[in-house]
């Protein structure tokens, strides 16, 4: 029986391996100007062992910069599979893929364990089938991995409470992947604390299970300082907290019930949350006394505990660090992923109890379910593969715009309004742009451009706002040198002599 169970565990992880490695085939998967800071540090981590993106002000010798929007975590996955000889995008799809056999085999374990091997089976078909979570898996981003650190944490804490360091150990690891991650440790000391025992045993297990993640925020705040780079800081109450709420929301009923629009959306969300309410009280308060219930109990306790600290972070970080961070389906996979492991076993918890009637009902239900958010899924990998996805789209790949840069475009230093893009079609690092039209930053920027064989390339997608470059082309000596359908050149006008 459980070489039978880890089998399925590990068809599960390979079913899902290869699914991200089938859907993020070539024009995939999509990026972004995140994924620049992720694909940039990990090569550059691999060529010269620093983590920089490739990517700079206007004024900086350099035209790199030092990681600091974002943990080095992925990076460092990055640049380790480069080292088999794949590009550095290639290489993040390899470990979004790994990352995705991982998560598949360590919630069906989990669930295995605790509920039931139908229960880990159903928790991988709903995660399969939810668009947030997939579609964080056909771009290059850092959420793959951050939501296998949580299923490590989670596993840890449920399977394993007596090693409190293990699940420390996977805290560690979201914190590295992502800032958020900080979530994570939280919780795994709370949990360590929360355990029965005198308080000096409560305590030494509470630095067993920190003390990982404090070693990697230590080391991680050490590199920030001796690069001269700064972590996003903690300031004053931002604004427009409310219209985030209200955006997730939003995020919550269109996971809740996809594909579904407008009053429809919101009188259904309402529905199938009040029902997901009722269908976990009932697990909880009317659970087997079998061998599996102390465990199942651990596991619906951890779930909300993790649940807690994230939404908590989730609040503060909107609140006093960044008053642009959205409630989006990215930002609340993590809340997701939880929700369906918590559902899918307490489903399988109160099978037994059930007569013909509402198994049908409860079957047909999730079937449904599952039915429109792959639905949702095809619909976006279709899109995927016909016109890529932000800068691997057709738009750019292959394009005159990248052939140019790729040619004639070597020969010059780049001051870009997209060094993102500049790097996904070339490999090289670039400048940005101004994004202050005073005359004494216009006239240093016309001296930085004189001083070398430069150019000045404007594509019609700038990732943030800053001077345009047609305003620079116009105020400025340059000349422009070609145009494109969806770029522009331009070179410094030559001195006379």
Not at 104 to 121: D, E, F, K, N
Not at 452 to 464: I, K, L, N, P, Q
Request: aromatic fraction near 10%.
């Amino acid at each position: 029986m459980m070489r039978w169970r880890l089998a399925a565990a590990w068809l599960a992880g390979a079913l899902a391996c290869g699914g991200v490695l089938f859907v993020t085939r070539p024009p995939a998967p999509g990026l972004d100007p995140d994924a620049m800071s992720y694909v940039g540090a990990g090569e550059s981590l691999a060529r010269t062992g620093r983590l920089r993106i490739p990517a700079a002000d206007w004024w900086d010798n350099d035209s790199t910069t030092a990681l600091a929007q974002f943990p080095a975590g992925f990076p460092f996955t990055i640049a380790a599979t480069t080292g088999l000889g794949f590009t550095p995008v290639e290489a993040a799809r390899v470990v979004e893929a790994l990352a995705a056999l991982g998560l598949a085999i360590i919630v069906m374990r989990l669930l295995q364990h605790t509920a039931g091997p139908p229960a880990g089976a159903v928790a991988v078909v709903l995660l399969a089938a939810t668009p947030a979570i997939f579609d964080n898996y056909i771009r290059v981003l850092s959420e793959p991995l951050f939501l296998l650190c949580i299923a490590l944490a989670l596993s840890g804490m449920v399977r394993r409470p007596d090693r409190p360091f293990l699940a420390g150990l996977a805290a560690a690891g979201a914190e590295l992947v992502r800032y958020a991650g900080i979530a994570v440790g939280a919780a795994v000391v709370l949990w360590a604390i929360g355990r029965s025992g005198r308080w000096r045993e409560r305590g030494e297990r509470a630095l067993e299970a920190a003390l990982p993640a404090l070693v990697g925020h230590a080391w991680w705040w050490v590199r920030l300082h001796a690069v001269g780079a700064e972590a996003p800081p903690v300031t004053h109450l931002q604004r427009g907290l409310a219209a985030t709420l209200r955006e997730g929301v939003g995020t919550v009923a269109s996971w809740l019930v996809p594909g579904k629009t407008g009053a429809v959306r919101a009188v259904l969300a309402t529905l199938f949350l009040l029902g997901a309410l009722w269908l976990l009280r009932r697990a909880l308060r009317r659970m087997p006394r079998d061998g599996r219930a102390i465990a199942r109990r651990r596991l619906f306790n951890a779930l909300g505990l993790l649940a807690a600290c994230y939404t908590v972070v989730l609040l503060f970080s909107r609140a006093f660090v960044g008053g642009g961070i959205p409630f989006d389906e990215r930002l609340l996979s993590p809340l997701f992923l939880l929700a369906i492991i918590a559902g899918a076993a307490a489903l399988r918890i109160r099978w037994p109890a059930w007569s013909i009637g509402p198994r049908v009902a409860a079957v047909v239900l999730v079937a449904a379910w599952a039915a429109a958010g792959a639905r949702l899924n095809v619909e976006q990998y279709q899109g995927l593969q016909e016109d890529g996805w932000g800068y691997s789209g057709r738009k750019w790949v292959p394009s005159a715009e990248a052939e140019w840069l790729q040619t004639d475009g070597r020969h010059y230093q780049l001051f870009s309004n997209n060094p993102m893009l500049v790097y996904f079609l070339t490999g090289r690092p670039s400048r940005e742009l101004p994004d202050s039209a005073d005359a004494a930053t216009l006239r240093d920027f016309a001296g930085t451009l004189a001083e070398s064989h430069s150019a000045v390339v404007g594509f019609d997608e700038s990732y943030r706002p800053m001077d345009p470059p047609e305003f620079l082309a116009a105020v400025l000596p340059l000349d422009l040198l070609i145009r494109f359908g969806h770029m522009t050149v331009w070179t410094p006008r030559p001195e006379p002599r």
